[in-house]
C-alpha cells in the first residue's frame, strides 16, 4: 500500500486527481459560479460576448447572446482554437427556438495555454462563414 505516516502516524494516501469533465451543458452553466464577461461585442441591439464562470470548481467558457433583436429561429455557437486563433474548429452550437429559453452555448473546460483560445457567434445561417455578430478572442 503507497502512501506515507503523517504528524499523527496516521497513513495519507496518494488518490488520483479526478479530471474535470471537457464540457458542461447549458444546464449546468446556469449553475456556475463567479461568472465574467470577456471580448463582447455588439452590433445594433444584438450583443454578444464570452462568459467563464466556475462549476465543481473547475474554469469554463461558453458563448451568451444579449440585447435585443435576435431572431429566435438563429444560432449561436461555440469555436475553440488551439493556435492563438488562426484557425478554429467547432465546439458547440445552440439553437435559440429549441423550447429551452437558452441563449448560450455549452460550457468548455478552459486551459492555461495561451494558444487555447474561444470565440462565439450569431447568426440566422448555422456556422455562417461571416457571421451577423462575434465576439472578441479569449
Same mark, same amino acid.
Given at each position: 500500500?503507497? @502512501?506515507?505516516?503523517?504528524?499523527?502516524? +496516521?497513513? *495519507?494516501?496518494?488518490?488520483?486527481?479526478?479530471? /474535470? =469533465? @471537457?464540457?458542461?451543458?447549458?444546464?449546468? +452553466?446556469? *449553475?456556475?459560479?463567479?461568472?465574467?464577461?470577456? /471580448? =463582447?461585442?455588439?452590433?445594433?441591439t444584438i450583443g454578444i460576448e464570452l462568459r467563464s464562470?466556475?462549476?465543481?470548481?473547475y474554469q469554463y467558457g461558453w458563448g451568451r447572446l444579449v440585447?435585443?433583436?435576435?431572431?429566435?429561429?438563429?444560432?449561436?455557437?461555440l469555436d475553440i482554437s488551439r493556435d492563438g486563433g488562426r484557425t478554429w474548429s467547432f465546439a458547440d452550437g445552440t439553437y435559440l427556438s429549441d423550447g429551452t429559453g437558452y441563449a448560450h452555448t455549452s460550457g468548455w473546460l478552459t486551459q492555461s495555454d495561451p494558444n487555447?483560445?474561444?470565440?462565439?457567434?450569431?447568426?440566422s445561417n448555422f456556422?455562417?462563414?461571416?457571421?451577423?455578430?462575434?465576439s472578441g478572442i479569449w
Open positions: 500500500m503507497a @502512501g506515507s505516516l503523517g504528524a499523527l502516524g +496516521v497513513a *495519507a494516501l496518494a488518490t488520483p486527481a479526478h479530471a /474535470a =469533465p @471537457g464540457t458542461i451543458n447549458t444546464d449546468q +452553466v446556469m *449553475a456556475t459560479t463567479n461568472r465574467v464577461t470577456h /471580448a =463582447p461585442n455588439q452590433r445594433g464562470g466556475y462549476y465543481n470548481g440585447g435585443s433583436g435576435w431572431d429566435p429561429r438563429g444560432w449561436i455557437w487555447y483560445v474561444f470565440r462565439a457567434s450569431y447568426d456556422r455562417a462563414v461571416n457571421p451577423y455578430v462575434q
